[in-house]
């Protein structure tokens, strides 16, 4: 099993930055993507970014793309969103999640672990 917990959400206002950490324990050898979706109030889970564990390579929605950023830092096992230039349309609870797939999918359904989410709100 793989635990995952998110942390750095909050209140900001509309233009401000913020940077989501998701700390990874357990059974890590065996994840090979980690990613970052969002869910606004009565809207589906929405795929933000997602990242290969052992390469780096990032991916992520077009809505996001130039504003968003995801890393990764293998020695704590950590991932890291950098969230600039924030919107109110980005207002949504943050969920990081895991796989051990190969390939990377924007569909919630293809990843195995879950964290408990943070929220964001963005004032305008």
């Known amino acids: 099993q793989v635990q995952l917990v998110e942390s750095g959400g909050g209140l900001v206002q509309a233009g401000g930055s913020l940077r989501l950490s998701c700390a990874a324990s357990?059974?890590?050898?065996?994840?090979?993507?980690m990613c970052w979706f969002r869910q606004a109030p009565g809207k589906e889970r929405e795929f933000v970014a997602a990242?290969?564990?052992?390469?780096?390579?990032?991916y992520y929605a077009d809505s996001v793309k130039g504003r968003f950023a995801i890393s990764r830092d293998n020695a704590k096992n950590t991932v890291y969103l950098q969230i600039n230039s924030l919107k109110p349309e980005d207002t949504a609870v943050y969920y990081c999640?895991?796989?051990?797939?190969?390939?990377?999918?924007?569909?919630?359904?293809?990843?195995?672990?879950w964290g408990q989410g943070t929220q964001v709100t963005v004032s305008s």
């Open positions: 999640a895991a796989t051990n797939r190969a390939v990377i999918n924007t569909s919630h359904l293809k990843y195995d672990y």
């Open positions: 990242i290969r564990w052992s390469s780096g390579s990032p």
């Open positions: 357990g059974r890590t050898f065996n994840i090979n993507i």
